[in-house]
């Protein structure tokens, strides 16, 4: 039976376009799926789109259109991305959609009937800007935007009741809220007492959201709403094979989204019965150029910057360069030369240049034939060791989501091979013993054959492509083995896959 794995973004809101922070979140967990699928995991890939509340609302009223035709225009434009990356999600999931209104309505009513639910009036500051009410520590201080002072009567969670409950979950599981520093922030922010949390907004306020089951003056809070997309896709009331096969999940999320992934959810579920999610990974910021990303300081990464990166070298560099250097455990600044450097050093020179090298190799000693793999000696047994111990350190920080760490693990492999080569020197050796040449060579070509399946993930057009020049029918994709290299294959058309990068056009732009 193949393991199941089922990850997930968050629902991006449709009042924005993409930008860096939803592509950043999204190539990672595609980046996780397809190492999972490598080693023949059952995996659920899962993102979409957060249509609901004010926000979207007023957007769509300053555009004189419904909030429906706006939310379909904004969902394109990140399926539009998605597609543009060719990104391996299974599902992409609307709150709009008829099937997950279903479910919400389905919780907020056994939830409502369970007691777990009830009416009260609020008087107290209100942030129109975030949606929030807001204590009066919160007013004074000046957090929070375009606040109100309102009177409401609303619906309430009584998430307070599972307080004790949490805290006493999150410690029992160390991998439930991860990196560290975000289950201590978590824990911290428990220390005081959890408050009721309000799930409801009148309609004469905000309309466009899913009605209560129970009170038809009242939508559904935005986050309530939204948060229980995580167990709609999966089949939770509609596809019991499903659900059972694939919760709990893995939610991959920014640091900004942290309290609602965990404690509003966990506490949610508690009351519903069902399992917490298995992790919820809180990844950091991106920063640019050194600075905090703004649109009026010029330094917003948006989707025409993103597809102008894409453009110059890849649509892989683009995602290596996310995985490799991305805030997964703490911020990490997006600076334009970073970029380029880290294109030219990893990509340019240390695979592509040795790419070409053992490739003019074959064709100037072997007529372009994978040369036999003769009788291995000490250093070809060792790359053929460090082979195997490569994948399993890989695959062992796939398992931590350490995505930062596989970049560098697979090209410290890859610079080995550049090693191996100085050291053997088939240039040299061809004038005197063209049989061990060929053995150096073939080592050198298996091992490159071995990074370039680890490096799929990372760098799915650019892989395709090199194993497209090694002239095998096998798919890349998979975990191969390194011996399994086909001696006497004639080698397909020598491409260039990562030309280097001119740094000095920079210098003129
Ligand atoms: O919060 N650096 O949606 P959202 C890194 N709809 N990641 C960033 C980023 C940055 N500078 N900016 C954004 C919502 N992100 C809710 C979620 S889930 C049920 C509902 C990423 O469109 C990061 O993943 O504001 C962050 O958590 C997410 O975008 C917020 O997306």
Redesign the pocket.
Known sequence: MPRSFFIT?????VN?KP????A??TLIADIIAQYHRMTGDDVFFLTGT?EHGQKVQQAAEKNGISPREHCDIYAARFKELWSYFDLSFDDFIRTTEDRHVKVVQAVLMSLFEKGEIYKDTYEGWYSVADELFISDKDYEEGRYRDVRRISETNYYFRMSAYQERLIGYIEAHPDFIRPANRRNEILGFLRQPLKDLCISRPKERLAWGIELPFDKDYVTY??FD??L??ITAPGYLSDDAKFAAYWPAVH??????LT??CVYWPTMLMAAGIPLPRTVF??????SEGQK?SKSLGNFIDLETIRGYCESVGKDAFRYFMAKEG?LFSDSDFSRDRFYQTYNSDLANDFGNLVNRVFKLIDKYFDGRIPEAGEPGEDELAMMEASVQCRETVLAEVEELNVNAVASTVIAYVTSINRYLEKTEPWKLAKTDLAGTGMVLYAALASLRFSAALLYPLLPEKMTEFFRMLNTSEAPGHIVQWQDLKSGTPLGEMKALFPRFDMQLLENS
């Open positions: 973004t968050p629902l991006y809101y924005d930008h860096i922070g939803s950043y979140t957060d935005v986050w939204a948060l997309n995580y991959l999320i920014g640091k900004d989204i609602t992934h809180a990844h950091g910021w991106w920063t990303m805030p």
